[in-house]
């Protein structure tokens, strides 16, 4: 048996999408927006307790940061907000674990809803 028909029985069996294996799987061509990679760059010379990116359900992407000193995420806000960037900040002063979250537009989702 070829090693090609002997790979091609190993991938119909795994359990990767329609059974190919991870490096059949599609990928996204996109790349991530300048201004949520610079407030990436200066939130990580913070003293933050996580960070990460995500899309929303709306369609928009999000940066979330966290924190406990709220001082620290009101001045990664302040670059958020002179990038153009929308901002929620959530202050929890019970866990004293705050979060910010650094919102922009993505333009490729919103093109693809019908204007009413």
């Known amino acids: 048996m070829s090693d090609n028909s002997e790979n091609e029985r190993n991938r119909?069996?795994?359990f990767w999408e329609?059974?190919?294996s991870i490096g059949d799987l599609p990928f996204s061509t996109h790349v991530m927006a300048q201004e949520r990679k610079d407030i990436?760059?200066?939130a990580l010379g913070l003293d933050?307790?996580?960070v990460r990116t995500y899309a929303g359900y709306r369609g928009d992407l999000l940066v979330e940061i966290t924190a406990s000193d709220l001082d620290i995420l009101k001045k990664i806000q302040g670059w958020a907000d002179n990038?153009?960037?929308k901002t929620v900040l959530k202050e929890n002063p019970m866990t004293m674990i705050h979060e910010l979250f650094c919102i922009t537009e993505d333009e490729d989702v919103y093109a693809l809803v019908e204007p009413e």
Do not use: A, H, V
């Open 12 to 14: 119909e069996g795994s």
């Open 18 to 20: 329609n059974g190919r």
């Open 40 to 42: 990436i760059k200066l």
């Open 48 to 50: 933050i307790k996580d």
């Open 83 to 85: 990038m153009e960037m």
